[in-house]
């Protein structure tokens, strides 16, 4: 029956303890895949993907608390979700001791040794062109592209305004093109 | 590839050659992982939530670490004082023969570190000679070592009788031994305690 409540409704029923566990399972059976595809596209690597989904909903359940339901629990979760794939990213170069050229190569290497990569494939090409992106470039254009997030969620999402999010996003396209053309 | 209208046409604006390629997610991912996935959070939710329960209790201890419940009677510690016990071991006496063979013992050892002492005193002959020096002479002479050391490296500085140093050039040297027979330079060496063991120049 849980299931079937609104965002609304199962962070109610969290902050008041009542079936805290069972509301919160809701919440992450109804956005896992969305959150996890989200975050895959920038660290390519499944494990990588598992390790950031969990740090994600790990620090939702220690927010929820304070979670003010005048904005909406999805693009909350995208946020969260954004701040840790970023983090993770960072603290990988950080490990690595690489240059940010190094980690495009990097991201590349991970991309091309994942099961069934074909470069002849569009949609395989599509994502060697994505990792080609800054990162930060490479989250808008995900979330318009795949997600069809609006602008207006997309800068809540961000903190960014709506007109630097759709310039982020046409020179991300340009790029994008300007890759499949060249390669 | 986006089904939203709006984007559709948004991406067909910007670049028709983007818009028309297969926009799915090639990555593979383990099967059943969606389904797994909520259980595995709520485990590890469930370990981290008791792990920081632990930790709230070492606040509580930390936190009475300070309080201290006993209580003690005033001016104990001014007027603290260590009782010695009564049984001292006993004095034990030197008797006078005894005593006097120390004294005379230490008399003796005495006279002997002073004889010592004083030999030691006596003047090296290098302080001996530097009472002799003047200043001056002292002064100049380690002012021509310090020049000569800081200039050109073909030279001697050769000591002269009346204690001053002459600058003499190795082809200088060269010159004035050339004429001197070889066994007589040897004899020279010899009586000066030089070795004859040749330098290279």
């Known amino acids: ?183 | 590839m986006a089904e939203d209208p709006t984007i559709k046409s948004e991406l067909k604006e910007l670049s028709a050659t983007v818009a028309n390629l297969n926009g799915d997610t090639p990555f593979s991912l383990p099967s059943s992982y969606f389904e797994g996935f909520p259980q595995r959070i709520m485990e590890r939710i469930e370990n981290e939530t008791l792990t920081s329960k632990e930790v709230v209790l070492s606040p509580a201890l930390e936190g009475l670490k300070s309080k201290n419940p006993f209580e003690v009677p005033e001016n104990y510690f001014d007027e603290f004082s260590v009782k010695l016990p009564s049984n001292q071991p006993a004095v034990i006496s030197i008797n006078f023969r005894k005593w006097a063979s120390f004294a005379a013992a230490a008399c003796l050892a005495g006279f002997i570190l002073g004889i010592l002492f004083i030999n030691n005193k006596k003047e090296s002959p290098a302080s001996l000679a530097s009472n002799t020096i003047s200043h001056e002479a002292m002064e100049t002479y380690l002012t021509e070592v310090e020049a000569f050391e800081l200039g050109d490296r073909d030279s001697e500085l050769v000591a002269m009788e009346n204690n001053t140093l002459m600058e003499v050039s190795t082809l200088n040297i060269s010159e004035m031994l050339k004429d001197i027979p070889d066994k007589d330079i040897s004899r020279f060496l010899d009586l000066n305690g030089f070795d004859e063991t040749p330098t290279i120049n």
């Open chain 1, 1 to 183: 029956m849980l299931h079937q409540a609104d965002d609304n409704e199962l962070v109610s029923l969290f902050k008041q303890h009542k079936d805290r566990e069972k509301a919160f399972t809701t919440i992450v059976k109804r956005y896992q895949e969305k959150i996890y595809w989200q975050i895959r596209r920038m660290v390519i690597r499944h494990e990588d993907a598992d390790d950031v989904m969990q740090h994600v909903f790990i620090k939702a359940w220690n927010g929820l608390d304070n979670f003010r339901e005048d904005a909406k629990l999805y693009t909350w979760l995208y946020r969260i979700a954004v701040n840790e794939t970023l983090t993770y990213l960072e603290q990988q170069k950080k490990r690595s001791s690489i240059s940010l050229e190094d980690v495009g190569e990097q991201l590349e290497n991970k991309l091309t040794s994942e099961k069934g990569f074909d470069e002849k494939q569009a949609m395989w090409k599509l994502q060697k062109a994505i990792q080609q992106l800054p990162e930060k470039q490479r989250v808008v254009f995900n979330l318009r592209y795949f997600e069809e997030m609006p602008y207006e969620q997309m800068s809540e999402v961000l903190d960014t305004s709506v007109g630097a999010l759709k310039a982020s996003y046409h020179h991300a396209v340009k790029k994008i093109e300007d890759y499949i053309l060249n390669h």
